[in-house]
């Protein structure tokens, strides 16, 4: 049984740093392609950033040179650093894992509110 399980989100202040975990269960996570996705309230899910197998990375512009995505392949463990947060980052938070160009599993996810 595959399973994401996101942790890490929490009420914090315009300026202020977070860092979202996503540990999975059930694949062989150092094959997976792993993404970090948001959705804030009345919008469509939107991609955050993302890490190949191999470590590549990429980043939605709105979250460049704040935001830091990292796997640890021991810990079966996904990554977003975020600082610098804006009221503009608050959403849910979503782990993906995709294992093939048709399959994908999702996490739950976790929430994040940056309010003053």
């Known amino acids: 049984q595959v399973q994401l399980e996101e942790s890490g989100g929490g009420l914090v202040r315009p300026g202020g740093s977070l860092r979202l975990s996503c540990v999975a269960s059930?694949?062989?996570?150092?094959?997976?392609?792993m993404t970090w996705y948001r959705q804030a309230p009345g919008k469509e899910r939107e991609l955050v950033a993302t890490?190949?197998?191999?470590?590549?990375?990429d980043y939605a512009d709105s979250v460049k040179d704040r935001f830091t995505i990292s796997r640890d392949n021991a810990k079966n463990t996904v990554y977003l650093q975020m600082n610098s947060l804006k009221p503009e980052d608050t959403a849910v938070y979503y782990c993906?894992?995709?294992?093939?160009?048709?399959?994908?599993?999702w996490g739950k996810g976790t929430l994040v509110i940056v309010s003053s």
């Open positions: 993906n894992a995709r294992i093939s160009s048709t399959i994908s599993y």
């Open positions: 059930g694949i062989i996570f150092r094959l997976a392609g």
């Open positions: 890490i190949g197998s191999g470590g590549s990375t």
